[in-house]
């Protein structure tokens, strides 16, 4: 008689704030973390009569936006009443080769059916952020007091502890929820931590060896960025594969 195979166990799940979720290899990732944007998405709709999603842009969170569209168990995300924004980019117009913005509009522009004037593209020059912040508040502003902020927040952990441009962008920005700041690939544009940490559900994915450093930063208490972003009257959530775990 065959022996039977050993289920390999899940890696122990590291001392993280909030909520965390953890699979041996990223691709098993993939599916609770669509699951949950499915499901949140539908909840905020429902309730608030849109979606608005900001997304930081890497191979983790291409790899949801690209299960979201292609599954068939999510064909009901309600993508016409979503609105897509950008944690962080370069200051370049969204055709240009080094948008971050560019990558999310060729995925989802012309299969997912968001309607265009709802990809919320930066704009360019001096007052990108300013001009950003404007778009996001006024597009918000028919919610009730309170419910207008961001519903969903997905970021990536990086070796450094930090999450993309809410990390880089430094001490808190007061009311501001974007600011703009010099990256090494030039000038850049970020959200804020103060409008990170008030969205609704702050997703982030620690994912391959690269991240483990700096999920032990956070364990640890030495990440400045999960400390400026960590929600009021939120939630926190930690997708975490096996290699990020050691």
Known sequence: MREPYALEPEPTAPDLPGGVIVRSAFEDLVEPLAAEL???AGSCVRNFGDFHLACSVGPAQVAVVMRLMVDPAYRW???????????EDRVVPVDHPE??????????????????????????GEGAAATYERELQSTLAWREKGQDRLDYALL????DGGVGGAGVVGADGGDHLFRRFEAEAGP???????????SR???????GAEAASGVRLVVDGRSDAIAR????GGAMRWYVDGEACA
Not at 115 to 123: D, G, K, L, V
């Open 156 to 159: 990536a952990l990086d070796r």
């Open 99 to 124: 948008s971050s913005m560019r990558q999310l509009v060729e995925l989802v522009s012309d299969h997912a059916g968001i309607p265009e004037r709802q990809i919320h593209a930066p704009p360019t």
């Open 188 to 198: 850049s544009i970020a959200a804020t931590p103060e409008l990170i940490r008030s």
């Open 77 to 87: 995300l309600p993508w016409n009443r979503t609105h897509l924004w950008i944690v």
């Open 38 to 40: 499915y499901l949140h």
């Open 229 to 232: 972003i960590r929600p009021v």
């Open 201 to 207: 559900l702050i997703a982030i994915v620690a994912s």
